[in-house]
Nanobody, 119 residues
Framework: QVQVVESGGGLVQPGGSLRLSCAAS????????MGWYRQADGNQRELVAH???????NYGDFVKGRFTISRDNAKNTVYLQMNSLKPEDTAVYYC?????????????WGQGTQVTVSS
């Protein structure tokens, strides 16, 4: 079993900042990639940011330098620092971790955390 727990969502005004955290725990050998995805009402889930095991990152086109993904391997935790937030960033943000377990690599998802950008 792998548990993935997000935290840090909430209500913020346009132009504000939030920091999301996601911690993975349970039975696995190691974590490969870690990522953040989001899903707004009526839209498909989309990639926000991804970080590989060696620290390589990639971002959705809409991020445009506003967000930064990082990870703490000792804590099995990934972070998403979001600055200059816009109303269109409103969505449920999901954490995904790619874990190595017996049998191979598996994707595990968190339950999601709501981010609302509104004045």
């Amino acid at each position: 079993q792998v548990q993935v727990v997000e935290s840090g969502g909430g209500l913020v005004q346009p132009g504000g900042s939030l920091r999301l955290s996601c911690a993975a725990s349970g039975s696995f050998f190691s974590i490969n990639g870690m990522g953040w995805y989001r899903q707004a009402d009526g839209n498909q889930r989309e990639l926000v940011a991804h970080i590989s095991s060696n620290g390589n990152t990639n971002y959705g086109d809409f991020v445009k330098g506003r967000f930064t993904i990082s990870r703490d391997n000792a804590k099995n935790t990934v972070y998403l620092q979001m600055n200059s937030l816009k109303p269109e960033d409103t969505a449920v943000y999901y954490c995904n971790v790619e874990v190595e377990r017996v049998g191979g690599e598996y994707d595990s998802w968190g339950q999601g955390t709501q981010v609302t950008v509104s004045s």
